[in-house]
Antibody, heavy 118, light 107 residues
Framework: QVQLKESGPGLVQPSQTLSLTCTVSGFSLTSYNVHWVRQPPGKGLEWMGRMRYNGDTSYNSALKSRLSISRDTSKNQVFLKMNSLQTDDTGTYYC????????????WGQGVMVTVSS | DIQMTQSPSSMSASLGDRVTITCQASQDIGNNLIWFQQKPGKSPRPMIYYATNLANGVPSRFSGSRSGSDYSLTISSLESEDMADYHCLQYKQYPPTFGAGTKLELK
């Protein structure tokens, strides 16, 4: 069945780089886009960026200078790297998927909580 | 970017009440809108696709509608399990943008 699972460090120091992995199963990264969405504690959801099925990427312009998304299709993994972390980057980070004309944001990972603190 | 103005930000209602949450889009998004339910500590769960289509497994007391640039999620008769946060998302234009969310609590 379809699954997405985020993994990464729970604690990152300010100014450091966040590295997260989304491991997927039950579908192919060459057929579906994978998105990253984050949520500060007690606040709303923010779209961060996506890895398209063909390897192209799109980013939220507010994060573009700090954010990089890549993938390893052989391992069914999508990676997020964001540098220069600050305390307001604290929150839960999710990956989710879509496929144009088929389905949109239907399955989500359980999320990984990231705290930016010294 | 398209702005999604969601209201109310929070509300309290009684069991059996009819509840409506609204998102207004700043530009035309057609029907490219999803409603999510999110319970504490859980991932968002799609409830309504394409503005009006019920997702698989969602109770029929939930419905979605559109009037121009206003999109509504309605719960016809509130049940205790419906207490949650609700979010709208437009995906007509990149970047996808969410409403600020509505916290639904029991009165």
């Amino acid at each position: 069945q379809v699954q997405l699972k985020e993994s990464g460090p729970g604690l990152v120091q300010p100014s450091q780089t966040l590295s997260l992995t989304c491991t997927v199963s039950g579908f192919s990264l060459t057929s579906y886009n994978v998105h990253w969405v984050r949520q500060p504690p007690g606040k709303g959801l923010e779209w961060m960026g996506r890895m398209r099925y063909n390897g192209d990427t799109s980013y939220n312009s507010a994060l573009k200078s700090r954010l990089s998304i890549s993938r390893d299709t052989s391992k069914n993994q999508v990676f997020l790297k964001m540098n220069s972390l600050q305390t307001d980057d604290t929150g839960t980070y999710y990956c989710t998927r879509d496929r144009l004309g088929i389905t949109t944001f239907d399955y989500w990972g359980q999320g990984v909580m990231v705290t930016v603190s010294s | 970017d398209i702005q999604m103005t969601q209201s109310p930000s929070s509300m309290s209602a009684s069991l059996g009440d009819r509840v409506t949450i609204t998102c207004q889009a700043s530009q035309d998004i057609g029907n490219n809108l999803i409603w999510f339910q999110q319970k504490p500590g859980k991932s968002p769960r799609p409830m309504i696709y394409y503005a009006t289509n019920l997702a698989n497994g969602v109770p029929s007391r939930f419905s979605g509608s559109r009037s121009g640039s206003d999109y509504s999620l309605t719960i016809s008769s509130l049940e205790s399990e419906d207490m949650a946060d609700y979010h709208c998302l437009q995906y007509k234009q990149y970047p996808p943008t969410f409403g600020a969310g509505t916290k639904l609590e029991l009165k």
